[in-house]
């Protein structure tokens, strides 16, 4: 049925369950997994006067994120571990998560995406934005969203 499935994740309890949920679907179909986080570029706060402020230095930030994105993927593979699935764990550098998940799906040519949604209702949806939808408004593949 499936031969590559993807789950992105961000680490959160929730996203755990899609990288459970992706686990058993990879196991039942023999296929392989990739579990992807995106790493969010260094952000920049205007401070008036066209000068601008950094929280941290651009290479602090980068530093940073991949040591949290190197902790998402361990808690990923320790998930894995026995599973009895092929995983291939990846950090991409991205600057809209959505766009990540897409581009990933298309190069590694997968035929499924398997991700998270906080559930969050159609107000909130609109002005926080959902990445979820935004795959799911993006993507030719098949995704299946887990609450």
């Known amino acids: 049925m499936f031969k590559n499935i993807l789950v992105p994740t961000d ?25 992807m986080t995106a790493i969010p ?11 601008v402020l950094e929280p941290l230095s651009g290479e602090a930030w980068i530093r940073v994120m991949k040591k949290n994105a190197d902790r998402i993927l361990a808690s ?8 009895k699935v092929d995983v291939t764990l990846l950090a991409v550098d991205d600057s809209l998560a959505h766009e990540a998940v897409v581009n990933i799906a298309r190069k590694r040519k997968c035929d499924l995406i398997v991700m ?8 909130s949806a609109l002005f926080l934005g959902s990445e979820t939808m935004k795959v799911l408004s993006h993507s030719k593949l098949p995704v299946l969203v887990c609450r």
């Open 11 to 35: 680490g959160t309890k929730l996203s755990t369950k899609a990288i459970d949920m992706a686990l058993t679907l990879a196991r039942e179909t023999g296929a392989s997994l990739t579990i």
């Open 76 to 83: 990923a593979a320790k998930r894995a571990e026995g599973k």
């Open 41 to 51: 570029p260094c952000p920049v706060t205007p401070a008036g006067d066209g000068y």
């Open 116 to 123: 998270s949604s906080h559930g969050r209702g159609s107000l």
